[in-house]
């Protein structure tokens, strides 16, 4: 899988393992009740990190604070040690564009166009190539002239991660990827996101009720009484 990250974005620092790449300090957040308060969590290179919890814990609103789709209550995000939410909105959309990946449930996909097409799409917004390896392992290479409409749940859900990886993020945000998918498939999804971040020294923030999928991982955190505890 060959993959070469962008590298124009302004001021942005390279890290290295004894810098954090992402951190979260003193996060806290709710909506008609407390979610979770005082989260400090930091995430390195090449690391992958799975939270785990009950339902209506927080996990997924942690994950959209982490990835810059919600600001939080209280406390901040800092990416290469740049604090997120003091940013503008442009250079916040920037930052998610080029730099994060976020991957969901729901596939996103144009509905209009073949599979290769809307690889195509990410390849032309973000000036990158879309890596025919990474088809072949993720196991959709064969099915890149099909409509959208005639690919199965699982081809479409390894479309819309090929996609994402398609803009060369630094950190991949997965809420539930597998969660619609057979287990034999998940473990192809996993190896290629476990292999991609090692490959550009990135990283991920997986949420996930797959426990097995979840120790896969090098850390795994619990969201439990409003607290984020590390459980591996």
Do not use: W
Not at 19 to 46: G, R, T
Not at 189 to 210: P, Q, R
Request: aromatic share 8%; glycine share 4%; proline share 2%.
């Amino acid at each position: 899988m060959s993959v070469e990250l962008n590298s124009d974005i302004d001021n942005i620092e390279h890290t290295n393992n004894l810098q954090p790449l992402l951190e979260a300090v003193d996060i806290s957040h709710n909506f008609d009740y407390p979610l979770f308060k005082n989260i400090n969590l930091n995430i390195y290179e090449s690391q992958s990190i799975a939270i785990i919890g009950s339902s209506g814990c927080g996990k997924s609103t942690l994950l959209n604070i982490l990835s810059t789709l919600l600001k939080p209550l209280d406390g901040d995000v800092l990416f290469n040690k740049k604090s997120i939410y003091s940013l503008k909105n442009d250079d916040i959309l920037k930052i998610r564009r080029e730099y994060f990946g976020i991957i969901f449930q729901a596939h996103y996909l144009f509905r209009g166009f073949n599979a290769k097409e809307n690889l195509e799409i990410s390849s032309i917004l973000n000036d990158t190539v879309v890596d025919e390896e990474l088809l072949k392992l993720l196991h959709i290479d064969f099915v890149m002239n099909q409509n959208i409409g005639t690919l199965s749940g699982g081809q479409q859900q390894r479309l819309s991660i090929a996609r994402i990886l398609t803009k060369k993020p630094k950190i991949i945000f997965a809420d539930e990827p597998t969660g619609n998918l057979d287990k034999e498939t998940a473990k192809i999804v996993f190896d290629s996101l476990f292999k991609y971040i090692h490959l550009v020294n990135g990283a991920m923030v997986l949420v996930t009720h797959e426990m097995d999928l979840a120790f896969r991982c090098d850390r795994v955190f619990e969201i439990k009484n409003q607290r984020l505890e590390q459980i591996k």
